[in-house]
């Protein structure tokens, strides 16, 4: 499910584009099965946020390895740090829904109340 979402397809039926109808523009329910994004808590953002984050440093921190370990100047160092820390979050701002939506379905199956609503969405969609 979670290389799903790296792939930005939904983590539940593996459906091309997912909970996103543009890169930045993003659906409630999965355009192909219609399991809802959201699904009923408080704060479930937090969790696509997060994975940016993780994203986010976890590139910094291996730029910062390598170049440590090449022998790069700080001031190249800092500059592709600060450079990572701005386009990473941007370039992957999708993935980390779809990543999230995977973790979240891999710990926490839908519910029969959650297949229910997806399928109700299917059945008024033109």
Not at 23 to 49: D, F, P, V
Not at 83 to 102: M, N, R
Request: overall charge neutral.
């Amino acid at each position: 499910m979670i290389l799903r979402g790296v792939l930005r397809r939904c983590a539940w039926c593996g459906g091309k584009g997912s909970f996103f109808t543009s890169w930045y523009k993003k659906a409630s329910q999965c355009q192909t099965c219609g399991i809802n994004w959201e699904r009923g808590y408080e704060g479930y953002e937090l969790g696509a946020a997060t994975m940016g984050v993780f994203m986010t440093f976890g590139s910094i921190i291996v730029w910062m390895i390598i170049s440590v370990a090449v022998g790069v100047d700080l001031v190249p160092l800092l500059i592709v740090a600060g450079a990572l820390a701005i386009s990473i979050p941007i370039i992957t701002y999708p993935l980390t829904y779809c990543v999230w939506q995977g973790v979240d379905l891999f710990i926490r199956a839908p519910s029969d109340e959650d297949i229910a609503a997806a399928e109700e969405w299917l059945k008024s969609k033109p």
